[in-house]
């Protein structure tokens, strides 16, 4: 009897250790609040330097705009790291290469460029639409080659066109400076008014931003239209053999 009362006097005696061995491994366990801001400040650091490498390749293929994006993204989650000082050298330049690059695929993303047949021949047209006006009241620029027709440059609204008698001048501004159209009629009536010297036209225009005519329209009295030819493509503009 003595016996089975110190034999589980000592099986408890035990257990109470090994409790009280597993609660100490657990304290020993849990970090203290240095450890674990000291934790928490490597992983950021880690994952800064992981998006630098990622930022520096970007840089290296010349991707600016995905190195833009990247670069902003770490000054702004990691402001104080090593990472951000380094980005912050060279994402300035990049953000204004990734503007410019933007900009000029918006202008570019403007003009439409078809091939097709055209009242017995073949037709190759380089066009864009006025900015100003936009919507329904938007003005056609149109390039064209034809077989037969050859090379013109003209302008096809809608309604019931422009007004012009004879031939007449357009004043027109090619990036702010004063460039003057002489325009003519089609005499078939379409909605339409034509460039008479298309050649100096689009040699102008190749070196040129923006495009503004006051044209008179014969619905709706005079327009300023704007044009924004910057993104233009002559490569893209195809070539057509005479009939």
């Not at 000592?10 to 090994?18: I, N």
């Not at 490597?42 to 930022?55: C, F, G, I, K, V």
């Not at 298309?198 to 709706?220: L, N, P, S, V």
């Not at 009295?221 to 233009?232: D, H, I, M, N, S």
Request: hydrophobic share 35%; aromatic share 8%.
């Amino acid at each position: 009897m003595i016996h089975s009362s110190f034999r589980h006097a000592w099986v408890v005696a035990a257990v109470g250790g090994l409790l009280l061995l597993a609660a100490c491994s657990q304290q020993d366990q849990t970090p203290s609040p240095q450890d674990a801001a000291k934790a928490q400040a490597q992983q950021m650091a880690d994952e800064a330097n992981r998006q630098l490498q990622t930022y520096r390749q970007m840089l290296e293929m010349k991707n600016d705009e995905m190195a833009a994006q990247l670069g902003e993204a770490i000054v702004k989650q990691f402001p104080s790291s090593d990472a951000a000082k380094e980005v912050q050298q060279t994402l300035p330049d990049v953000e204004k290469r990734a503007k410019e690059a933007a900009e000029k695929r918006r202008l570019a993303g403007l003009w439409t460029y078809q091939v097709g047949p055209m009242e017995g021949g073949t037709q190759s047209t380089a066009s864009l639409y006025s900015t100003r006006p936009g919507g329904d009241r938007a003005v056609r620029l149109v390039l064209r080659r034809h077989t037969k027709w050859g090379e013109s440059v003209f302008l096809f609204g809608n309604g019931h066109g422009f007004v012009c008698k004879g031939n007449c001048t357009l004043q027109a501004q090619f990036d702010g400076k004063s460039h003057p159209l002489r325009a003519f009629l089609p005499t078939t009536g379409e909605p339409a008014i034509f460039i008479r010297d298309d050649k100096a036209f689009i040699a102008a225009m190749e070196k040129t931003r923006r495009i503004t005519i006051d044209a008179e329209m014969q619905d709706g009295g005079k327009q300023e239209l704007v044009f924004e030819t910057g993104g233009y493509d002559p490569s893209k503009w195809v070539a057509v053999g005479k009939k």
